[in-house]
């Protein structure tokens, strides 16, 4: 069963950059047609899409976060990562991980909480 | 790029059918057959409910079902269950390697 699990800093200064890593178990993150996403929700808010990878490196990223985000894979650590810049109070959120493919999130990390705050 | 647009709220008695309606434009829901739904209860990560307008993944109730008509996808449950309450949001393929979901709707059972 595969299994996404995020993992980083709880709390981040405003300016600063968040960083989050998500691991990948039971299955490869290598295989074909598997992309890999960032997804996070402000609380009490709803969803919004960050960006996506895949394994060769390919980055595809949503318009209103592009300008601060980099999404990066380590396949040899069974990883992705995500990198937000220059953070406000307004990127406190649930960051979510997800498994990207045929159009559709399939898997789901537990979500991991961040807050921007001095 | 703007978020789909749902109805924030819908509500429904137990045994009832409601709809969730999913309004994009013709660059997103209009053009493209890859509109997934999910279903949030609280503190949960979203579960997929609906794929590619009205595909269902194994182990989702046949009572979840989609369509789409023009740039408005749906989600219809029938038979409602206490179990169904929770927070659903539309997805929508937006072209050049993009994606939008929805503001989410939250779902009352009565």
Known sequence: QLQLQESGPGLVKPSETLSLTCSVSGGSISTNGHYWAWIRQPPGKGLEWIGTIYYDGSTFYGPSLKNRVTISVDTSKSQFSLRLSSVTAADTAIFYCARHQNQLFDYWGQGTLVTVSS | ?110
């Open chain 2, 1 to 110: 790029q703007s978020a789909l647009t749902q109805p924030a709220s819908v509500s429904g008695s137990p045994g009832q059918s409601i709809t969730i309606s999913c309004t994009g434009a013709s660059s997103d829901v209009g053009s493209y057959n890859f509109v997934s739904w999910y279903q949030q209860h609280p503190g949960k990560a979203p579960k997929l409910m609906i794929y590619e307008v009205n595909k269902r993944p194994s182990g989702v109730s046949n009572r979840f079902s989609g369509s789409k008509s023009g740039n408005t996808a749906s989600l219809t449950i029938s038979g409602l269950q206490a179990e169904d309450e929770g927070d659903y949001y539309c997805f929508s393929y937006a072209g050049s390697s993009t994606w939008v979901f929805g503001g989410g709707t939250k779902l009352t059972v009565l």
